[in-house]
């Protein structure tokens, strides 16, 4: 990898934020989040002032940070001319180039992932250095094209199968940059590399050797799993661009007004750790444990505008509950319960609790896997209800009454999944430590396959 590159992932998130080091104490990045602390960290280290920001598209799994960056450290932001955005930018399209003192970056429109999509290349002379990419070629795959319009999706693969055709026809040597990565719902196959070249992408990729259109765009789409529920509304969002001028705080709550605020329609989601929240709880409250995943559970599963009480323990660091609330779309988190649980319990009020169960002890006749689907087809508890955890608070009054084990790969979806079920008026749940291989191995029985 070029030494000059400095990646900044985000496993939750499944994405890649890149800062370029130009060489003269000024830096470029890449799809950065508006979730900035990385980059800021990254370019302090390092010496660098971030002077640009290219923006690649409008991005539907978190807000960018391009606006905020502008408003802090006076950044140049870069993007799609056809992204109509709002706010000031330099607006580019296709083959237009930006010097960035010794090199040089064009922009080269690949629609497909989004119809304004730009990748962009980077320049030494006549020499291909490398190409961020965004969400056209990922490594293994391509980004998926059904965020716009179920009516654009054919459409849109169709210009992504003629994107990559473009991509492909740069150097083998080429550096490929993508920002969506292992982890992201934007269609990033599991366990793959985040970076790669345009020669190895040639020879290992599977939708590079679809041999049309029609063949490439019936691989894409067929592969295309569930998303978060707020991709449907962060794309619009950028293209106005946030702006935090006040840090966010996670304001104390005394017992008497969190209970006020439930009582008006607001939700408690409970960060702690899977055994803390199923110990005891606030009745009602949404188990998301703080954890690389939180954000994408919080924006999926806690519906956009409405108040967000924290629950957390006190070695649990605020701005890791904050800022990747505010990069989801969440600007609602009202405060946390002052005291935790503990204050709630010792103020009279009820305390709920979850049974956690290995798998020598559940009991596998009503049970309810809440992973994703490309994960269950793999292997599951035969009989089990398979609900995908993003889809289950619509299904939770469906499921039959009496016992019910909820189960994913670990248990922290599950937890979450418990708490769903408890809200849905559910009171016999248990929550499995584990995942199906591990009930295989205690019980010695074979997991299911397929649907």
């Known amino acids: 990898m070029d030494k000059r590159l400095i990646p900044l992932v985000d496993e939750g998130l499944g994405n890649s934020a890149y800062l370029f080091d130009l060489g003269d104490g000024r830096a470029l990045a890449v799809d950065p989040s508006l979730d900035l602390r990385a980059a800021d960290a990254a370019a302090a280290k390092h010496g660098l002032r971030i002077a640009y920001a290219a923006e690649t598209h409008l991005h539907a799994d978190f807000l960018s940070g391009a606006r905020q960056l502008a408003h802090d450290h006076g950044t140049r932001i870069l993007a799609s001319a056809a992204g109509q955005r709002t706010f000031d930018h330099q607006r580019l399209d296709d083959g237009d180039e930006v010097d960035l003192g010794g090199l040089t970056l064009r922009a080269l429109a690949t629609p497909g992932h989004t119809p304004e999509h730009l990748s962009f290349l980077l320049l030494d002379g006549g020499r291909e250095i490398g190409v961020f990419t965004g969400g056209s070629l990922i490594v293994g795959a391509a980004a998926r094209t059904d965020l716009i319009s179920p009516d654009r999706t054919e459409d849109l693969a169709r210009a992504q199968y003629a994107s990559l055709q473009r991509l492909t026809a740069l150097a083998d040597t080429t550096a490929v940059w993508p920002t969506h990565g292992a982890g992201s719902f934007c269609s990033a196959p599991p366990g793959a590399a985040r970076t790669s070249t345009i020669g190895e992408q040639k020879n290992t990729n599977p ?15 067929d592969s295309l799993g569930s998303y978060p529920a707020y991709f449907d509304r962060l794309g619009e969002l950028n293209r106005h661009g946030q702006l935090i001028t006040t840090p966010p705080l996670l304001t104390p709550l ?26 005891g709880h606030i009745p009602g409250s949404v188990a998301i444990a703080l954890r690389a995943q939180y954000a994408t559970w919080l924006g999926w599963l806690i519906p956009p505008g409405v108040p967000i009480i924290i629950v957390r323990d006190p070695g649990q660091d605020p701005a890791d509950i904050l800022w990747p609330a505010l990069t989801v779309g969440h600007t609602t ?19 709920a609790t979850a049974r956690i169960v290995d798998a020598a002890q559940m009991d596998a006749t009503n049970v309810v896997d809440v992973r994703q689907a490309g994960e269950t087809t793999t292997g599951h508890l035969p009989g089990a209800h398979l609900i995908e955890l993003g889809g289950l608070a619509a299904h939770a009054r469906d499921l039959p009454r009496g016992p019910v084990t909820v189960m994913c790969g670990h248990g922290e979806r599950a937890a979450t999944a418990a708490s769903l079920l408890e809200r849905a008026g559910h009171t016999d749940v248990a929550i499995l430590a584990g995942g199906a291989h591990d009930w295989a191995e205690a019980t010695g029985r074979t997991l299911a396959t397929g649907r």
């Open 207 to 221: 939708l590079l050797a679809a041999p049309d259109a029609d063949t490439f765009a019936r691989m894409l789409i």
């Open 254 to 279: 005394d017992v008497a007004q969190v209970r006020r605020l439930l009582g008006d329609g607001a939700i408690a989601v409970d960060v702690r750790p899977v055994r803390d929240y199923a110990a």
């Open 333 to 351: 988190i009202a405060g946390e319960l002052g005291g935790g649980v503990a204050a709630w319990s010792a103020a009279g009020e009820q305390v």
